[in-house]
């Protein structure tokens, strides 16, 4: 459940094909050319694979049982439900995303999956995912599953990404509930350490985003969607990038410092944290090329969300799966 005019005239979803309204429902009646690499696309597997992580380490460090078929069933939902949200995204986006290179090839705006089809996939996952969570685990996880899809899908996707700067700052929440949803899984509540898990990825999306989106900040001014670097310009937005890995590196070692996680995730997330910092200020400071500069904050902050989480899961919830597989 990843993320995002002012000024901006993107029309309707579907691109090219509303502009002529005669064409678009003579295409309404075409077969479908659609294969079933274009609908798993639609998922946005690699999103999904990083909200299956963080949600199976909500899961594993939180306190109680859970059978394995029925944790086995809550990841399956989470995993269906960020699949569902991306495929509305890539639903309401299309227009935009014909426009990006890094999106032109995405099965919609490349003619492969129809709007329609998109929209209706994207629904119908989306009510499987969040009734069978509930009915099979418990509804306060499918709750959040919901607002989780629908914060994606309407609050970031229609709303904030074509509207204002922030868009990433406050549509991250929506990649960063999968930990919530795996904690009340299990526990049927929240407490303060899944809040922490949560924060992590909230305050972590802005710099890792916006390191990508000022290397492709003419992709976005492509398609009219106000990206920071956009609006604000570059130096201003190596200064956001720099107060915000200030502010993840402390949050990242929060969980050892406040006696959740053991000194090896202490130790971890410290030397971590100093790699964020060190990229963040060549980022800020353009000591190497810009793009080079941001293009490495960028790929360090995926493997620096990968080691915090793969090691809380390993210091702290590896071995309570273990156990309640044996039990």
Wanted: net charge positive; glycine share 10%; proline share 6%.
């Amino acid at each position: 459940m990843s993320l995002i005019s002012e000024g901006a005239n993107v029309g309707r979803p579907g691109g090219a094909q509303v502009v002529e309204s005669g064409r678009f429902d003579a295409a309404l009646h075409e077969p479908s050319i659609a294969e079933v690499g274009d609908y798993i696309a639609l998922l946005k597997p690699r999103v999904m694979s990083l909200v299956v992580f963080t949600a199976l380490v909500g899961l594993a460090v939180a306190p109680g049982s859970l059978h394995p078929i029925t944790a086995f069933t809550a990841l399956l939902c989470i995993a269906v439900g960020a699949g569902a949200s991306g495929a509305l995204n890539m639903w309401y986006d299309a227009d935009i995303d014909k426009v990006m290179t890094r999106t032109a090839r995405r099965p919609v705006p490349a003619g492969k999956v129809k709007p329609g089809e998109a929209l209706a996939f994207g629904l119908t996952l989306s009510g499987f995912s969040v009734v069978t969570l509930g009915l099979l685990v418990n509804w306060a996880a499918a709750a959040l599953l919901a607002f989780t899809i629908f914060f994606y899908a309407v609050i970031y996707t229609i709303w904030l990404k074509r509207s204002t700067p922030q868009n990433i700052v406050i549509g991250g929440a929506a990649g960063a509930f999968p930990p919530m949803i795996g904690w009340a899984a299990v526990t049927g509540s929240l407490s303060l350490e899944p809040i922490i898990l949560f924060a992590i990825i909230f305050f972590w999306t802005p710099p890792h985003f916006w390191a990508l989106a000022i290397y492709k900040k003419s992709d976005y001014g492509r398609a009219g969607v106000p990206m920071l670097p956009n609006v604000a310009g570059d130096a201003h937005t190596r200064l956001q990038i720099l107060l915000y890995t200030l502010i993840l590196t402390p949050l990242g070692s929060a969980p050892w410092l406040l006696g959740y996680a053991s000194a090896l995730y202490g130790a971890v997330s410290v030397v971590a944290g100093a790699g964020m910092i060190v990229l963040a200020l060549q980022v800020y400071r353009e000591v190497s090329p810009a793009d080079r500069a941001c293009r490495h904050l960028f790929a360090f902050s995926i493997l620096y969300l990968f080691l915090l989480y793969a090691v809380l899961l390993v210091d702290r919830g590896w071995g309570g799966l273990i156990a309640r597989v044996a039990a």
